[in-house]
């Protein structure tokens, strides 16, 4: 295997669990998301590849309120 497939198949793997962290993150302050409920949304980011990028571009909502945690 070329060292730079190797080097893109790292990068795109530290590239989706920065996108996990932020999407779960995304997902447990906001009060209500798009389309399916939270568990369903989490279930896709976690077993989905970009399953984090699906949920920012289609089930976040915008308008709904970030719940603050204490």
């Avoid at 779960?24 to 989490?42: C, F, G, H, I, T």
């Avoid at 909502?61 to 970030?66: A, Q, R, T």
Wanted: positive net charge; without cysteine.
């Amino acid at each position: 295997m070329e060292i730079y497939v190797l080097l893109l198949i790292v990068a795109l793997f530290i590239l989706n669990l920065g996108l996990i962290a932020w999407s779960v993150s995304d997902l447990l302050q906001r009060e209500k998301v798009k389309y399916l409920p939270k568990v369903a949304w989490l279930f896709i980011i976690a077993l989905i590849f970009f399953g984090g990028a699906l949920y920012l571009l289609v089930g976040r909502d915008k308008s709904s309120e970030v719940v603050e945690v204490k």
